[in-house]
C-alpha cells in the first residue's frame, strides 16, 4: 500500500458539474482529492481486506443470531423492549440486507484491524462507485496513472443485481432527511440502481411518511408503503414518536431491523466475546464492564459512543494521554472502549480504509483521509488503484 501523488484531471469543474457535486476554483471538488491515490497490490486486495472482511461479516451474523434471543444483550444495546420481538421476527424470517461499509485500519503491513461497521447509514457509495470509476478510466486514458491497473470497485453492478434478489413487489420508497446532503446523494443514487433493477420508486422525505388509520405507513398520495429503502438510522427512528408503529405498520425495511444490532459500535465488544484474539479484530468492552477498567489502565484505548456519527465524540488516550478528543452531541450516550491502532499516517493524512459490503460480498473500496485520526466531516475521499 502506498501513497501516490498525481496530477489532476484538467476539468474538474466539468466533472463536479456533471455528476451535481460541489466545486471550488480554491478547494476543488467538496470531500474529494485526486491529487494523489493509494496504490494496492493484488495480494493485499484479495487476502488482506477481501477476504478477511467477507469473513467477519459471517462472524457478524453469528453475533446477530445469538443476540435476537438475548434480552440481555438487545437491552444492552440500547434497543427499545417494544422492538425485541420486531428485530427478532425479522431475523427468523430472513429478511435480506443490501448493503455496508467496514471501516478498518489498514496499511499493508500487518492485518486490516476493524474499527466498526457502518451497517446501516453509510454514505460515499456514489463517490466510490461512479466518480471514482470515473476517475480510474479517464486517468488512465490520460496516462496520469499506469496502464493495465484495477479496482476493487463492483458496487455498481453488485447492488443492480442484489435488489431483484430482496423480493420486491410494487412500488419501493426511499426516504430519508434531506437536509443532510450526504443522505440524500447516497439514497438517490441507491433510487437510480433499483430503477437500473426494474423497480418503481418513490422518493420521500421522512416528515413526509404518514400513518393511516390501519397503522400502515404512507405516503403523499396515501398510498401504503410496503416497502421502505432508508438513510435515518435505526435508533432515531426508535425514538420517534411514529416509531412506536414501526413493528407493527406491516412495511418491510431495507436495511432491515436486525441491522440495529450491526450498526452499533456495542457490537465491537460483542464480536470480541465471541471471537476473542481474532487478527481482524481489537479487543473491545462496554466501558461498565469490569474488564474495561483494564483496557484503560493501559494507557492506550479509544472511547466511542455506542450510538453516533461522523466521528463525534471519539477520546483517543495514548501513552496515558489524551491525544485526540471531538465534540458532539452523544456525550451522554453509553460508551465502548477499543484498543487503540493508529491509522497509518502518509505525509501527514491519516487514511481509512472502508470496505462496502453489497448483500454480504466485499464489492468495492472507499478511502477517506483527514488530517487527524478521527474520520471526520471534513475528510476526503482519495481514489485508489490496484497495481502488481
Not at 423492549?81 to 500487518?110: F, K, P, Q
Not at 437500473?196 to 403523499?220: K, R, S, V, W, Y
Not at 471471537?275 to 481482524?280: D, K, L, R
Amino acid at each position: 500500500m502506498q501513497r501516490i501523488s498525481v496530477n489532476e484531471r484538467p476539468d474538474l469543474k466539468r466533472a463536479a458539474s456533471e455528476h451535481g457535486l460541489e466545486y471550488s476554483a480554491s478547494g476543488g471538488i467538496t470531500g474529494w482529492d485526486e491529487s494523489a491515490y493509494y496504490q494496492f497490490s493484488t495480494r493485499e486486495i484479495e487476502e488482506d481486506l477481501e477476504g478477511p472482511t467477507e469473513e467477519l461479516e459471517g462472524m457478524c451474523m453469528e453475533v446477530v443470531d445469538r443476540a435476537v434471543g438475548t434480552e440481555s444483550v438487545l437491552q444492552r444495546l440500547g434497543i427499545p423492549e417494544n422492538y425485541w420481538a420486531y428485530i427478532d421476527d425479522s431475523w427468523r424470517s430472513g429478511d435480506r440486507n443490501l448493503y455496508g461499509r467496514m471501516d478498518l485500519s489498514y496499511d499493508g503491513n500487518g492485518p486490516a484491524k476493524l474499527l466498526e461497521y457502518n451497517a446501516d447509514t453509510p454514505t460515499a457509495l456514489y463517490e466510490t462507485a461512479v466518480f471514482q470509476w470515473e476517475w480510474f478510466e479517464q486517468a488512465t486514458e490520460m496516462g496520469l496513472i499506469p496502464a493495465g491497473g484495477d479496482q476493487l470497485n463492483d458496487v455498481h453492478e453488485s447492488i443492480i443485481k442484489a435488489f431483484p434478489l430482496l423480493g420486491i413487489e410494487g412500488v419501493t420508497h426511499f426516504a430519508c432527511n434531506n437536509d443532510i446532503e450526504d443522505d440524500k446523494g447516497t439514497l438517490e443514487y441507491l433510487k437510480e440502481c433499483a430503477q437500473e433493477a426494474g423497480l418503481e420508486t418513490c422518493f420521500l422525505d421522512m416528515e413526509e411518511i404518514g400513518l393511516n388509520e390501519h397503522g400502515q405507513l404512507t405516503d403523499l398520495d396515501d398510498r401504503a408503503i410496503r416497502t421502505l429503502v432508508k438513510l435515518y438510522p435505526w435508533e432515531w427512528i426508535m425514538a420517534e414518536e411514529f416509531g412506536k408503529q414501526v413493528p407493527t405498520c406491516c412495511a418491510r425495511f431495507i436495511e432491515p431491523p436486525w441491522k440495529a444490532i450491526l450498526s452499533n459500535k456495542g457490537l465491537m465488544p460483542l464480536l470480541w466475546g465471541m471471537f476473542e484474539g481474532h487478527p481482524n479484530l481489537l479487543p473491545a468492552y462496554f466501558e461498565d464492564d469490569q474488564v474495561a477498567a483494564e483496557l484503560v489502565s493501559s494507557g492506550n484505548y479509544v472511547r466511542k459512543p455506542m450510538l453516533s456519527r461522523q466521528g463525534a465524540n471519539i477520546e483517543i488516550v495514548t501513552d496515558g494521554q489524551t491525544h485526540y478528543k471531538s465534540e458532539g452531541p452523544y456525550s451522554e450516550n453509553a460508551h465502548i472502549i477499543q484498543g487503540f491502532q493508529s491509522l497509518p499516517e502518509y505525509e501527514g493524512y491519516f487514511p481509512l480504509v472502508g470496505c462496502w459490503m453489497i448483500a454480504g460480498k466485499a464489492a468495492g473500496l472507499c478511502i477517506r483521509e483527514d488530517k487527524t485520526l478521527v474520520t471526520s466531516t471534513d475528510s476526503r475521499f482519495v481514489p485508489h488503484v490496484i497495481i502488481d
